[in-house]
């Protein structure tokens, strides 16, 4: 059963993502299945970065506090995404994908703990019920809508769009 707490919802999505990250690393030597797992964590992370950013952030835009925090983490999303791009179209099993992959676990796993440990807190003190109403209905619904819609997007890191 899904908890209704936006933060808590977030957090069982970042769980699930640290668990496919040490599947994917436990995997080493298994090239197949990392590949696998690696698409799955693509797809996750690409449907829970877009709905988060449009129940969470959006709403968060609005409100002059946490406008900097706001920013940094939509920031952040777009760097993730393009280093989950650039792995995509890298040679698995080379040691340029463990790079890569190494840097994008690192990468990952300190913005969703600055999220949890930083953001959620002190987004959490200028929301209203309303806005939390909100956030749920428009994050469940729209992750639902981007994980259909999410793809695996080979783009070298040299290649990215500015």
Avoid: C
């Amino acid at each position: 059963m899904t908890n209704t707490d936006i933060f808590a919802r977030l957090k069982e999505d970042h769980d699930r993502h640290r668990a496919l990250l040490r599947s994917i690393e436990r995997a080493e030597g298994d090239n197949d299945k990392r590949v696998e797992l690696f698409e799955q964590f693509t797809i996750e992370v690409k449907a829970h970065a877009a709905a988060e950013e449009q129940a969470l952030y959006s709403t968060m835009m609005r409100k002059p506090a946490t406008t900097d925090e706001t920013r940094h983490s939509v920031a952040e999303h777009h760097e993730i995404e393009e280093m989950l791009n650039d792995l995509a179209a890298t040679e698995p099993g080379t040691e340029d994908w463990d790079d890569k992959f190494g840097d994008l676990q690192h990468d990952y796993l300190h913005h969703i703990d600055e999220e949890e440990e930083d953001h959620f807190p002190d987004f959490d003190k200028h929301l209203t019920a309303e806005d939390e109403e909100h956030m749920r209905a428009v994050f469940d619904r729209r992750k639902k809508a981007e994980k259909a819609e999410a793809k695996i997007t080979p783009e070298k890191l040299e290649d990215a769009k500015d």
